[in-house]
């Protein structure tokens, strides 16, 4: 596997009572009360630029939501400075967690296996409960966090991907050959809505199986706030880009199911390698209408997901990623065993929602929910426009272990897990062994003190004498990053970190 | 189901976890109790979706 793996999710937070309530300053307090080791407000944004466009080119300026241009004002008055506001916290694991404007949002470091990615996703779900338990101490009103992406009035925010990977794939292949991919992948990463919306308004009520399929009506741009794209141009590796490429991913859903996590990173890391490995453009398939498409998908009732190819030959969605899984086999013949399991796995989830959807309640968050919440509504004789539902809905997204619905599923025995509970849990903040992130990790843990700037590719120390600074655009060899480990975990100032091989004085 | 993989070695295996917050029980193996389940569910506020409003994120 050529590619490297991330998340980052946007957090909603409330209040138990609301009125007044001041999402930023929340967040804010929320990033803040972390005490999880890391160093805090040394997170270089001069080096960061969302405006390169993967097409060649560079946007003058990004669109916004209406609301933010006003938000935008009254932030502007705050007393805090901007570092202050965004309260960034690097973590020992090499994970980032701060406030994004309105939201908390953990950044996994980067991993490349599987049960990394979990391990690290759930790392960050423990620090937002450590951290909602803090703020709610000596309060009446207690911290609600909720792992979604709605409002249920068409505010949306995200759970983006990010798979680092060779730049010799042309952006004119991926972005065609990713369509319908994206368009179907919902099918078993969609995470379930009791609502349907669209921006900045809530439509009514319904069930559909995406949290975010309301939210996208561009083929692909630059934006992710306001006129999503399905497929994001964003340019910005935090790597050496001649040779690499960040693709960022907008269109997913924030899964609780360990399960559909493991399924939706797994999938796209297997369709993204067999394009790397040569896969024909005309073998990939191609959906009708892509936009149109994905809402239908999301909003079939009856579960058949039907569809037309770019033909007009009838399809279904689960037809669409069988043609995928065919395109991974024949492309993707080396795989480890590791990574056989995902094209089992996933064989196995499309041919029960062929048969049954609701089968697949053992794994996925989309037929659990509906299938939790309706047996609830049938208990309780509500309609199924009830606004109960969009209530419970948000509640199975609480992140709270004893409130949570998925937790409480999770903790009668609802859920399969990819590996076994102890090994996805039982790995407290600590990074990738294999990639960058332990290098990042091992020096925030061992020389926190002495971090003046960080950022994905890079990290600046100083020592008593000299400033060193680690130049992590290429650190990709995991025999490499081993190495500086061991040269990491013996020195004894941060300037014997200058004989590691990407570190230069400045 | 995939076959377990073998567990990975921390890179920096500080004891004690350090503030990662409660420790995680494992999800007991039987069937789940639905009965306990709807007792959480009917003791979320029904208006708790009304009351919610986020801004808009990426």
């Known amino acids: 596997m050529d590619i490297q793996f991330g998340t980052e999710t946007e957090i909603g937070i409330t209040r138990e009572k609301p009125d007044g309530l001041d999402v930023v300053a929340e967040s804010i307090a929320l990033v803040r009360s972390a005490t999880a080791p890391g160093v805090r407000m040394r997170w270089d944004y001069s080096c960061e630029d969302p405006h390169c466009d993967a097409r060649g080119f560079r946007v003058k300026e990004l669109l916004q939501d209406i609301d933010e241009s006003n938000y935008f004002a009254q932030d502007a008055q705050r007393t805090l400075t901007f570092h202050e506001i965004k309260s960034d916290l690097v973590l020992r694991n090499g994970a980032r967690f701060y406030n994004d404007h309105a939201h908390p949002e953990y950044c996994t470091p980067e991993c490349s296996r599987l049960l990394e990615i979990l391990q690290q996703d759930y790392s960050g779900d423990s620090v937002l409960i450590a951290c909602a338990k803090a703020l709610t101490q000596n309060s009446d009103n207690p911290v609600l966090l909720y792992k979604n992406n709605t409002d249920f009035r068409g505010h949306s925010y995200g759970c983006h991907e990010n798979y680092l990977m060779p730049r010799t794939l042309t952006w004119d292949v991926l972005s065609q050959a990713i369509v319908a991919f994206f368009v179907t992948r919902q099918i078993y990463a969609g995470a379930g809505k009791f609502g349907w919306e669209e921006e900045d308004t809530f439509i009514k009520a319904g069930f559909q199986i995406s949290q975010r399929s309301d939210f996208f009506s561009e083929l692909q741009s630059v934006d992710t706030m306001q006129r999503r794209p399905l497929v994001n141009t964003r340019d910005e590796p935090h790597a050496n880009n001649e040779l690499y490429r960040r693709f960022h991913v907008i269109i997913g859903d924030s899964n609780l199911s360990l399960y559909s996590t493991y399924l939706k990173i797994g999938t796209t890391c297997l369709v993204l390698q067999a394009l790397l490995n040569g896969a024909p453009l005309e073998r990939v398939p191609k959906v009708s209408d892509p936009l149109h498409t994905l809402k239908m998908i999301s909003r079939d009732t009856s579960w058949k997901w039907y569809c037309r190819e770019a033909s007009g030959r009838p399809t279904t969605a689960v037809d669409i990623q069988r043609a995928y899984l065919q395109l991974v086999k024949e492309y993707c013949t080396g795989l480890d065993h590791d990574w056989k399991a995902v094209l089992d796995a996933w064989e196995q989830v499309l041919n029960d929602l062929e048969v049954d959807p609701l089968s697949s309640a053992d794994r996925l968050d989309w037929s659990a929910k509906y299938k939790l919440i309706e047996e609830f509504r049938q208990a309780e004789k509500l309609e199924t426009n009830d606004p109960w539902l969009r209530s419970l809905d948000l509640a199975y997204h609480l992140l709270d272990r004893q409130q949570g619905l998925f937790y409480g599923l999770l903790e009668h025995g609802a859920f399969k897990f990819p590996y076994s509970y102890d090994e996805i849990t039982c790995h407290s903040l600590c990074p990738p062994p294999s990639t960058r992130a332990a290098v990042r990790g091992r020096c925030i843990e061992k020389f926190g003190a002495a971090v003046n700037a960080t950022q994905w590719d890079y990290i600046l120390l100083h020592g008593a004498h000299k400033k060193i600074e680690l130049d992590l655009r290429n650190l990709f060899d995991p025999n490499l990053i081993k190495q500086s480990l061991k040269i990491i975990s013996a020195a004894q100032s941060v300037e014997d970190l200058a004989v590691l091989k990407f570190a230069k004085l400045v | ?58």
Not at chain 2, 4 to 25: D, L, Y
């Open chain 2, 1 to 58: 189901m995939p076959d377990r993989i073998q567990k990975p070695q921390p890179a920096n295996p500080t004891p004690g976890g350090g503030g990662g917050g409660e420790s995680p029980r494992a999800p007991r193996v039987e069937k789940p109790n639905t009965d306990e389940l709807l007792k959480r569910m009917r003791k979320v506020d029904p208006d708790q979706a009304k009351r919610y409003r986020q801004r808009t994120g990426q």
